[in-house]
């Protein structure tokens, strides 16, 4: 129903568990095949002890028109910065130095996972039409300031939302934030090597190098979906990806449980780039795809082969993402070393609501020099591209 969603009969609550919501009334919000908002994903952190002990707090903000379900947003309390990977440190230490509280905070973010996507979801189904869509998203905003004055909350974070969105709610005192990820683009190779001729030779000779290195291992390496991994599968991917953070005197923030629940409930949506060393998977990369767009997450090994980390993380996705046209390869947070691989630079975005009027100006001119940087160091990199120049 087109027009102004005011005095519609909406009713605007709050859960903290999506026990409490219907997989099936969720999963048509927002983009459904953006797999980090999907019912599956997030009740799975829940479930299997992947946000409290780390200090992620769910709090689900639920827009109803009578008994359906139209709109709604994840969020988090938070009560340390862990996991979120758009870095307010120096925010904390200020509000510290002035004897003021930064935590708790509120999140609107996937939890570990730096992917641009949906934060606002809404059943485009039912309100299709953009002014009404809008004005849910405003909602929606209004609902989340107010429980952060309700709690005592000094800040609102929305983390790798898409800037089209955060540009459209200018009016709700957000102060937007950006930074830069690599991310590989299809421009409709035919495959791997077609991919490779756009590049300038010295990069295309390091590529074909380092893939020669990894063949002559003589190791099974191969894209699984996770329906093909049975239980002691996933638990070796799992033990892989763990080693790594044991090795560094970390913890894994996702479990084995979490690992083997994503194989039975998101099977067409999460992959596996498994080398395998006599049938014995050595090491392994977790991926995720949406319609159009393929998202590297976490990485493990327990034995060294040169050159196998750029193999399963980068070059079995390319592939990937060439034979079944996707769009777009999302590898993760940071790392210029993509780069000469043929990722380039990419801005995402976050937007901050911040409750105190003085810090919130303090940011704000904060933000205005970071971004000023940031655009610069994005031009630098895109300067040195990989690509042939068309010049």
Known sequence: ???????????????????????????????????????????????????????????????????????????????????????DHAWVNAYQRSGLDYYPKLVTAIPYTPAT???????????????????????????????????????????????????????????????????WNNDNYRDFDDFLARLSSRKRKNIKRERRSVAAEGLDISMQNGGELDAGEWQQVHDLYAGIYARKHGTATLTAAFFKHLGEHMPEQVLVACARNQGQIVAASLFF??????????????????????????????????????????????????????????QTWSAHWIAHPQFRQAIEQFLQQ???????????LLDHSPFKSTQ
């Open 370 to 380: 970071e971004r000023s940087y940031v655009d610069s160091y994005r031009d630098d």
């Open 1 to 87: 129903m087109p027009g102004n969603l005011n005095n519609a009969g909406l009713r605007v609550s709050v859960t903290h568990s999506l026990s409490d919501v219907p997989a099936a009334a969720w999963d048509r919000l927002g983009n459904t095949s953006y797999p980090f908002t999907r019912h599956s994903f997030l009740y799975g952190l829940e479930q299997h002890a992947c946000l409290e002990p780390f200090g992620w707090y769910p709090v689900y903000f639920l827009v109803h028109r009578e008994q359906q379900l139209i709109a709604a947003t994840a969020c988090y309390i938070k009560t340390n910065s862990y996991g979120e990977l758009v870095f």
């Open 289 to 346: 795809r949406s319609a159009t767009h393929l998202y590297g997450r976490v990485w493990g090994c327990d034995q060294y082969f040169r050159h196998l980390h750029f193999e399963c993380c980068y070059y079995q996705g390319i592939d990937y993402c060439i034979a079944e046209k996707l769009t777009c390869f999302d590898p993760g947070a940071q790392g210029e070393h993509k780069l000469a691989r043929g990722f380039l630079p990419t």
């Open 117 to 183: 996507g949906d934060r606002f979801l809404i059943d485009l189904t039912s309100t299709g039409d953009a002014k009404q869509q809008l004005e849910l998203r405003e909602l929606l905003c209004r609902a989340i300031k107010g429980f952060c004055e309700e709690q005592n909350m000094s800040s609102w974070h929305i983390l790798f939302a898409e800037k089209s969105v955060l540009d459209q709610l200018s009016a709700q005192q957000l102060l937007l934030r950006n930074d830069v990820q690599f991310h």
